[in-house]
């Protein structure tokens, strides 16, 4: 069984940039496709970022294209998200997910195709 842990959440000021990276244990990690998404407080979670297992694809979402960077180190196990230029709107819980079903070779934008999910890591921006 998958197993995700997430680091580098924390409080920066608006306009500032953040790197989370997401240690996965338990599974092949080059046969998993990775996500990010966050969830503010009180409001649904939504899609950020994605990268396939081949690492080959990647996509961001509409809310942080231009600013943000995903990115896989297999020898590591480690998937990161580099925020930058961070705004109040960027403060949320980010969670990261992985898929090991027969979608992971594509970018999946619904949380339901993902099988594994870490424990979050608070990002906070003051303006």
């Known amino acids: 069984q998958v197993q995700l842990q997430e680091s580098g959440g924390g409080v920066v000021q608006a306009g500032g940039s953040l790197r989370l990276s997401c240690v996965a244990s338990?599974?092949?990690?080059?046969?998993?496709?990775l996500a990010w998404f966050r969830q503010p407080l009180g409001m649904e979670r939504r899609f950020v970022a994605a990268?396939?297992?081949?690492?080959?694809?990647?996509s961001l979402s509409d809310a942080v294209k231009g600013r943000a960077t995903v990115t896989r180190d297999d020898r590591k196990n480690t998937v990161y998200l580099q925020l930058d230029n961070l705004t109040p709107e960027d403060t949320a819980v980010y969670y990261c997910?992985?898929?090991?079903?027969?979608?992971?070779?594509?970018?999946?934008?619904?949380?339901?195709?993902?099988?594994?999910w870490g424990q979050g890591t608070q990002v906070t921006v003051s303006a």
């Open positions: 990268i396939t297992a081949s690492g080959s694809m990647s």
């Open positions: 338990g599974g092949t990690f080059k046969l998993l496709a």
């Open positions: 997910a992985a898929d090991s079903g027969p979608s992971r070779w594509t970018i999946s934008y619904n949380e339901h195709e993902y099988d594994a």
